[in-house]
């Protein structure tokens, strides 16, 4: 959020620009403290290991801080701090930031999911600083403008293939943090035959 204060008298904006700058301070800190920031990653891929059987055995995840991979390194490592402090390597391939919003079943949507929202499939990518939905091979406004509750506008961006979970949150007039018409299906890395059947 920025504040701008037009004034002509310059002992007036020298006055205002030390209270401006505390006031702008005061909100940017709000707003960061409130966002949680947490990054997910694989320390096993689906499949890197099987059963006796030959059944594939399911990934295993770890949340926490990251420090990025080094030079393009194939990992990286995600810390956590609760219940104890530790970390993980994982795979860099697979690490996706938490988008601060929750599905309509309260899950945290992190970036590489895979979600559906009015029958539309889509993964959550993150395109010039924002968190939005990749639909392929593209996005039916029509549709999503005759969803919208009656005593709201349409407000979208209408690019072909992207839709950021803001205009989503915008237009369905969500009160708090969940997004009632997303909901999670799976991710990229596990399930990406989810995402092949929507193309």
Not at 68 to 87: M, S, V
Not at 88 to 103: C, E
Not at 108 to 135: L, P
Not at 140 to 168: G, H, M, Q, V
Request: charged letters at 25%; hydrophobic letters at 35%; proline letters at 4%.
């Amino acid at each position: 959020m920025y504040v701008f204060i037009a004034v002509r008298s310059a002992a007036t904006q020298s006055r205002l620009s030390t209270v401006g700058f505390a006031l702008i301070r005061e909100i940017k800190e709000e707003t960061e403290m409130d966002r949680e920031i947490l990054f997910r990653g694989q320390t096993r891929k689906k499949g890197e290991k099987v059963r006796l059987d030959g059944s594939p055995i399911d990934s295993n995840w770890a949340y926490g801080g990251i420090f990025p991979n080094n030079k393009g390194g194939d990992f990286a490592i995600i810390y956590q701090q609760e219940p104890t402090i530790e970390k993980f390597t994982v795979y860099a391939d697979t690490v996706g930031q938490y988008t601060g919003l929750t599905d309509k079943n309260g899950k945290k949507i992190f970036e590489g999911d895979i979600v559906e929202f009015f029958n539309i499939r889509g993964k959550i990518v993150n395109e010039c600083g924002a968190f939005g939905i990749v639909v392929l091979p593209n996005i039916d406004y029509d549709l999503l403008e005759s969803k919208i509750p009656f005593n709201n506008n349409a407000n979208f961006c209408f690019n072909d293939n992207f839709i950021s979970l803001w205009e989503l949150w915008w237009n369905y007039e969500q009160d708090d943090n969940p997004l009632y018409e997303v909901e999670v299906i799976g991710n990229i890395h596990d399930t990406p035959k989810l995402l092949e059947a929507s193309e």
